[in-house]
């Protein structure tokens, strides 16, 4: 039986980034993936492929909406949806050999096959030709990830209705999708058509759009999407989808029971995630899950069972690759003696439409609940010099800081590379800064970041200079 320090169960960017951590700490190191590419549900079919199409769709966007407004004459504009496709694999590809890498430059051993637990401290690989082989450690990281959930009674064909995985792979530009939910996923894969010229219909329950973040970002989004060939049906609850040939209908029931009805070629299911915990024999070594799938955990991230720890989309919280990250890092560093920790409130939550949209600290539902007295100051990109010269101008930063001592208690913004700007929100909030320091900040001009500093100016007894 082969013996190891820490074995890791999944090589998402939780699973592989506690990989790494823990073999620079000097500890040996294994990680079993059940898939022969590495990355998980991130790079392989999340996060990296999404970002390829999401970019690729906003250059043909912007080649056939604004090239001749900067004086560049395009011709014969079209899409190659296959070789857009080709270089969206090859990014993968990239980026899976990239971590492979990192497991060879630290010495981290890869398993092949799935992981499960015999008892405590020992783990069955089970391998694709059915043989077995037990792998031994006093610490084990579950970070298995999750998959689609679905909602009762649709199920997707995987042709004509489909979930995210295969909205990343289709051959053709849809005539009309229709998305069912208004999170994160539906946006941004029904951005990534949208761009190309489908009609993109989201019926969505909850009388909002990526209805987790700050309200005022939802609104504004919605707003700029119906630009690009988006139509919301928000407060409606979806109750069949069902395949007619080459279309897909809809039904769902709206605000007082109307009924709705939709035909598209194809129909997205993107209602969220659940934890993948399937076949680890959680109740080989005691583990019950939580109610809603996820595992239960300490705050040092360990299971009810000592030597056991969880981390990502398996356990409570927001099923964001980057928290798994620092709590990868964070249990490594656990198991080694050190005294890490992680601010949950400052994970920063991000859109990547265009323009993005990106969130940090608390939003303004939850600081009046709080009944915490707070100023708010905003500034839109229309007033953004550098903006203009891009012609980025939709959106806006928000700020929200304590009414009396003036620290920053969250930051919320819509804009042109949104996602890259909540770092300095966050390093912010981190640092219990005050809006007046990030006011008295120097940011380089003309910059997208000067936006953050002028809300922080228009929080401050509103002092914002270019509105």
């Not at 699973?15 to 590495?38: D, H």
């Not at 007046?436 to 500093?453: K, L, V």
Request: proline share 5%.
């Amino acid at each position: 039986m082969s013996s190891y320090d820490v074995i890791v169960i999944g090589s998402g960017p939780g699973g592989y980034v506690a990989a790494i951590r823990s073999a620079q700490l000097g500890m040996k190191t294994a990680i079993i993936e059940k898939y022969p590419n590495l990355g998980g549900t991130c790079l392989n079919v999340g996060c990296i492929p999404s970002k390829a199409l999401l970019d690729s769709s906003e250059h043909y966007y912007n080649a056939l909406n604004h090239f001749k407004t900067h004086g560049i004459e395009t011709g014969n504009l079209k899409v190659n949806l296959s070789q857009m496709m080709s270089r969206k694999d090859e990014v993968v590809k990239q980026n899976v050999d990239g971590v492979r890498y990192l497991m060879k430059k630290n010495k981290v051993d890869i398993f092949t096959g799935v992981g499960s637990f015999k008892q405590p401290g020992v783990v069955i690989l089970t391998k694709e030709t059915g043989e077995k082989e037990e792998l031994q450690s006093r610490n084990i990281i579950i970070a298995t990830g999750s998959k689609p959930s679905l909602l009762p009674g649709i199920t997707p064909d995987k042709k004509r209705i489909i979930t995210s995985t295969e909205a990343l792979q289709l051959r053709e530009i849809p005539d009309h999708l229709l998305v069912i939910g208004g999170g994160v996923i539906g946006l941004e894969l029904g951005s990534v058509y949208a761009r190309m010229g489908s009609r993109v219909s989201v019926v969505e329950f909850l009388p909002s759009i990526i209805a987790t973040m700050d309200p005022a970002l939802g609104k504004e989004l919605q707003k700029i999407l119906q630009k690009t060939g988006f139509e919301f049906y928000l407060g409606h609850k979806v109750t069949d989808a069902e395949v007619k040939g080459k279309s897909v209908i809809l039904k769902a029931e709206g605000p007082g029971g109307k009924p709705l009805e939709l035909s598209g070629d194809y129909c997205l299911a993107c209602v969220g995630r659940k934890p993948y915990t399937e076949n680890l024999g959680l109740e080989n070594v005691g583990i019950i899950p939580e109610k809603r799938g996820t595992i239960p955990v300490d705050d040092t991230l360990q299971t009810t069972v000592k030597g056991i720890y969880a981390i990502g989309d398996v356990i409570r919280g927001a099923m964001l690759a980057h928290k798994a990250e620092e709590e990868g890092v964070f249990v490594a560093e656990t198991i080694a003696g050190q005294k890490p920790h992680i601010n949950y409130r400052l994970i920063p939550g991000v859109v990547y439409t265009w323009p993005e949209v990106a969130g940090t600290g608390y939003t303004e539902p939850e600081l009046k609940d709080l009944k915490r007295d707070y100023k708010a100051g905003s500034f839109p990109f229309k007033a953004s010099g550098r903006a203009r010269a891009s012609m980025d101008t939709d959106g806006f930063v928000k700020v929200y800081a304590d009414k009396i001592t003036d620290e920053i208690l969250g930051v919320h913004m819509i804009g042109p590379r949104a996602a890259d700007m909540i770092a300095e929100a966050v390093v912010a909030l981190e640092f219990r800064a005050s809006a007046e320091d990030i006011a008295r900040m120097s940011h380089a001009h003309p910059t997208y970041t000067e936006a953050f500093r002028e809300a922080c100016l228009a929080a401050t007894d509103n002092r914002a200079i270019h509105m």
